[in-house]
């Protein structure tokens, strides 16, 4: 009876041995060498990733939503200048290029502009402004199509040019470039064929 016992603790001492053994061997029997592997490929994984998220955030611009710039002109036009996106030149921050601008000229003469584009660039010093792609213009009851447009604060002049096209109730115009002097409400046209046609024209007189 005893032998037999002291057979049954030492089956039982060998299983108990075996079981930990395996245990051991299953998790903690990697070899060094195997765990680095692992951590370095796992640290490595996590540091590209931290280096791409670094470069799209540095290679990316601050952009403004629903923009919108107010003021006066050199004459006392009231004018105002939205955008849906805009941000900043990176080398020159008074430059704010913008995305889907609207501008809207409040004349003294109680006449009003509109301006729609696709592009736009805002001088946030010189209130100067340009436009480009898709632009459009409407001045009363007449349209206005073209490519590019400026309105310059600083020296008092709104100028549209690249394929401008007038539609208006009495008829339509192709033309090269419009010039309007805002200091003297004139309206300069020059024509497809470089010739100028309606030089001295009083904005207050005459839709574009």
Excluded at 41 to 49: G, H, I
Aim: overall charge neutral.
């Amino acid at each position: 009876m005893i032998e037999r016992r002291k057979k049954l603790r030492i089956i039982q001492f060998v299983l108990l041995f075996l079981g930990l053994l395996l245990i051991y061997l299953t998790y903690y029997g990697q070899s060094p060498k195997e765990e680095e592997a692992i951590v370095s490929k796992s640290l490595k994984e996590k540091l590209t990733e931290q280096n791409k998220s670094e470069e799209e955030l540095s290679s990316s611009k601050d952009v403004f939503l629903n923009v919108e710039y107010t003021g006066l002109d050199l004459n006392g036009n009231r004018y105002v200048l939205k955008s849906e996106e805009a941000y900043l030149d990176d080398e020159n921050p008074k430059i704010v290029f913008m995305n889907i601008v609207k501008a809207i000229f409040y004349f003294k003469d109680d006449s009003t502009l509109y301006v729609w584009a696709d592009k736009g660039v805002y001088n946030n010093q010189t209130f100067d402004m340009e436009f480009e792609d898709n632009v459009k213009a409407k001045y009363q009851e007449s349209t206005l199509f073209s490519g590019k447009a400026e309105y310059s604060n600083s020296k008092s002049y709104l100028s549209i040019y690249d394929n401008v096209r007038i539609n208006d109730k009495r008829g339509n115009l192709i033309a090269d470039k419009l010039y309007f002097d805002i200091t003297k409400e004139k309206l300069n046209i020059t024509s497809v064929n470089n010739g100028k046609v309606n030089a001295n024209i009083k904005i207050n007189e005459k839709r574009f």
